[in-house]
């Protein structure tokens, strides 16, 4: 019973925050049309303004003059990438960002989160994922039309000027570090560092974001804050959209170890544990368990095929990823209908290759050597906690091709892979 008035605050402040979020949603119309409309009629200023909005209310038929929304065969592409935390998707995500004709954002559902609403994978409440769920659809829908106007709805402190130094991970999109949307580094600086780009580039005008984004030929969005694919349904079906989407999925008692390594102060319990090898009385494993199962609820759905999916949908592997990065690029590449440029080639030789070049030590820590990387979380973890995370992710490990291990000897041998041979073919 202790700690429980702490319990009460934070579910009422929660509580406060989804009727705020419902109360917008539901009287800001503007909000879920404005990426029909060109940039011009959109964003902040336009809420006020009902007539543009009539145009929105025709449906798709109304979009085919606008160039962004146009069904057309060379469409613009608007790749999704759903992942989780800690499953690899920092890596993956510099597969896209690298392109010459892509804008990549990464994880823009932060601000969702940490402005409004809770993480939807920390609630089992219907009523509270379904309001977070509807607010992380309006903002991908719009991030789509390069409207990032509508972000500024979320970035805390709000914007003046549509402007900020608050875009979440701004040094993670290539296109947000260039030219003309940074004029502090020259274009010898083409492949500048995340941290580097948030020291050297002063405030983001938004309006210049907006720009660098309708000169990309494509959008692609990494995504962790969507716990099952069925939730992106109503995004899939949008026909003023054309989205693939790449799930990108992981070991789950990789995506642990890396997580208790990352988020050292929500994964305390876990870290007595570890160095214990005592299981803490209070530790919580609902949490992982609601984690397993919406990863197998979400990878079943995928797998399944459904209709909607049809032609837009491929599952990889992290692991097969890093063991053969180039490869598995192009098939992800050829699925997307893309031609993989030489800045992704470029970027997959420099930064996965135990290369020689000290420089490259500190730019992808995670990836160089990708392939050990992927599994050595087993030399972190003792083999009581992988076991209880084996017992209650069983489905999720069989489901995608992860043995489990039934000793320690298992566990930490190397050679011994723990992921077996499987092949996920698009769905075509
Ligand atoms: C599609 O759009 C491109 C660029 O806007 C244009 O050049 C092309 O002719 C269009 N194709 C069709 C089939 O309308
Ligand atoms: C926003 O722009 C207006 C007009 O240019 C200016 O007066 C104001 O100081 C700006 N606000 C901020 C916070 O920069
Ligand atoms: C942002 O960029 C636009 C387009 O170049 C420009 O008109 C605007 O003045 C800039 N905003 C600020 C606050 O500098
Ligand atoms: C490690 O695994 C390999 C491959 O399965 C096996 O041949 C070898 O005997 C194992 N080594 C030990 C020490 O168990």
């Given at each position: 019973m202790q700690c429980s008035w702490k319990s009460v605050i934070l579910l009422a402040l929660a509580s406060i925050a989804i009727q705020y979020t419902a109360i917008r949603t539901l009287t800001s119309k503007p909000f879920q049309l404005c990426p029909l409309l060109g940039l011009q009629n959109c964003g902040l200023g336009a809420q006020d303004t009902d007539a543009p909005f009539e145009r929105g209310t025709t449906g798709g038929g109304g979009c085919d003059d606008d160039p962004y929304f146009s069904i057309n065969a060379t469409r613009k592409l608007h790749i999704l990438v759903l992942a989780t935390t800690r499953s690899g998707s920092t890596f993956f995500g510099q597969?896209?960002?690298?392109h010459q004709d892509i804008f990549y954002l990464f994880e823009p559902l932060f601000h969702v989160s940490a402005t409004l609403v809770p993480h939807p994978s920390h609630t089992r409440n219907p009523a509270d994922r379904r309001v977070t769920l509807g607010a992380n659809r309006d903002l991908l829908r719009s991030l789509y039309g390069c409207d990032l106007y509508f972000l500024e709805n979320y970035i805390r402190p709000t914007p003046t000027n549509h402007t900020t130094d608050n875009l979440f991970r701004r040094g993670a999109?290539?296109?947000?570090?260039?030219?003309?949307?940074?004029?502090?580094?020259?274009?010898?600086?083409?492949n500048v560092e995340e941290q580097d780009c948030v020291k050297k580039c002063s405030t983001l005008?938004?309006?210049?974001?907006?720009?660098?984004c309708r000169e990309k030929r494509h959008v692609a969005i990494k995504v962790v804050r969507v716990p099952e694919i069925g939730d992106l349904r109503a995004l899939v079906e949008d026909p003023r959209l054309n989205i693939k989407v790449i799930q990108l999925v992981r070991d789950p008692r990789g995506i642990l170890s890396s997580r208790i390594d990352t988020f050292r102060d929500p994964h305390r319990l876990w870290r007595i544990w570890r160095a214990t090898g005592r299981r803490p009385y209070n530790l919580d494993m609902n949490q992982l368990t609601v984690i397993c199962e919406d990863f197998f609820g979400s990878v079943s759905t995928g797998l399944s095929h459904p209709q909607w999916l049809k032609g837009k949908y491929m599952l990889v592997r992290y692991e097969d990823l890093a063991t053969n990065p180039l490869l598995k690029t192009q098939e992800i590449y050829d699925f997307l209908g893309l031609t993989m440029d030489k800045n992704v080639k470029h970027w997959i030789r420099a930064n996965t290759q135990g290369s020689d070049d000290p420089a490259a030590k500190h730019k992808f820590g995670t990836t160089r050597d990708s392939a050990a990387n992927a599994e050595s979380w087993r030399l972190k973890m003792s083999y009581d906690i992988v076991q209880s995370t084996q017992t209650v992710c069983q489905k999720v490990l069989n489901q995608l091709g992860y043995k489990a291990v039934k000793s320690v000897e298992e566990l930490k041998n190397m050679s011994f892979s723990l992921v077996q041979e499987k092949t996920f073919v698009p769905f075509l």
């Open positions: 597969l896209l960002n690298q999109s290539r296109a947000l570090c260039q030219q003309p949307v940074c004029d502090t580094l020259g274009p010898g600086d083409a005008n938004m309006t210049l974001a907006t720009e660098a």
